[in-house]
């Protein structure tokens, strides 16, 4: 019989006789060390990189198109971009010019008075708009493709793309942006009156916080800079 002072032998609790035997708890398995959950790596400034097929990573600060990091291209810049590509198109102009100036299509007249007298002038518009038509299908190829830039654009330096989204346009919304553009530039050409449409769409970057001209808030599109410009 175990001594009742000194338990089982062995060392172990005492037992009483028709007592059954403890039997210890089962210890649980040991829980392997979970790794802390993994993030993207975040470039600096706080914004992971943009999905495929988004505005590239070109701007001179690193951002993607968010509020802080886009740059908006200046009213002077997108100037500029505009002058190069009228430069090109005025070689166009002039060999239509000559090649219609005895033409009495879509002709207007207009009526002068000067020291009494009137005089009276005719002008053709047929070569107005056959440039404005080669312009919408110039711009519409070479911002509604991957680039978003015309030559003028490439040179300055500066990208149109999507409102909010600052992706590709693609060819449709190329198309209406390029017809919207002209369509103010006719009528600026025709009347004095509906030229101040005209002037107010190219003059309105500079106080639009987007730096957007009437014929981008149309179609609900940006100009943004692709690199720095001296």
Not at 2 to 20: C, L, N, Q
Not at 179 to 203: K, N, P
Request: hydrophobic fraction near 40%; glycine fraction near 12%; proline fraction near 13%.
């Amino acid at each position: 019989m175990p001594d009742e002072t000194t338990g089982a032998p062995g060392g172990g609790p005492p037992s009483f006789p028709g007592s059954a035997p403890r039997v210890p708890p089962p210890v649980p398995p040991p829980v392997p060390p979970q790794a802390p959950p993994s993030h993207p790596s975040v470039p600096r400034g706080g914004y992971p990189p943009p999905p495929p097929g988004r505005y590239p990573s070109a701007l001179p600060n690193g951002g993607y198109g968010d509020p802080q990091g886009v740059q908006f291209a200046g009213w002077g810049t997108r100037l500029g971009g505009y002058l190069v590509d009228v430069v090109i198109f005025i070689p166009v102009l002039a060999v239509l010019y000559l090649a219609f100036r005895h033409t009495h299509t879509l002709e207007v007249h207009l009526m002068t008075r000067r020291n009494g007298s009137s005089t009276r002038r005719s002008l053709s518009l047929l070569s107005p708009l056959i440039t404005a038509v080669a312009f919408v299908a110039y711009a519409t190829v070479l911002c509604g493709g991957p680039r978003g830039q015309t030559v003028g654009m490439m040179a300055v330096g500066v990208r149109v793309v999507r409102e909010g989204a600052h992706d590709a346009l693609g060819y449709g919304r190329a198309f209406w942006r390029a017809l919207a553009e002209q369509f103010l530039r006719i009528l600026g050409t025709v009347t004095l009156i509906l030229g101040v449409f005209w002037l107010l769409d190219m003059l309105f970057p500079l106080w639009d916080a987007k730096k957007q001209t009437l014929h981008d808030k149309i179609v609900k599109t940006v100009v943004l800079r692709v690199r720095p410009t001296g």
